[in-house]
């Protein structure tokens, strides 16, 4: 039975995705992603709603309007923690592959046929 390691075992790479989860939350960075970008606006202006409510210009409860703009900003965060382990991992098989090709040795042979001629 072949065991794998889950990303989210590995502790450095999880508090260096969580890190990256809130430094993602730049709007250039949302820019990128158009379907990310219309929830992080929502969260922006739903936040913007809550704050407003609490002025007393309300049509629903105050607690209901944070409510959703929790519930958006945890979608805008999870979202970016997921892309940041995904890119984590990216890397840590590339830095994998590459101590690899250092580690492996290669032996060229001189003829086909003669696999004991080699160097």
């Not at 929830?39 to 049509?59: K, N, P, R």
């Amino acid at each position: 039975m072949i065991k794998t390691k889950s990303a989210l075992s590995d502790n450095q790479m999880v508090v260096r995705a969580i890190k990256d989860s809130f430094i993602k939350l730049s709007p250039k960075v949302q820019a990128e992603n158009p379907v990310m970008l219309l929830v992080y606006i929502s969260a922006i202006l739903t936040s913007l709603l809550w704050v407003a409510s609490l002025s007393g210009v309300q049509d629903v409860s105050s607690g209901y309007t944070l409510a959703i703009a929790i519930i958006l900003w945890l979608t805008c965060i999870f979202a970016n923690f997921a892309e940041a382990i995904a890119e984590g991992r990216g890397k840590a098989q590339a830095d994998a592959l590459r101590a690899a090709k250092k580690d492996v040795e290669a032996y060229k042979l001189h003829d086909a046929n003669n696999k004991e001629n080699y160097e």
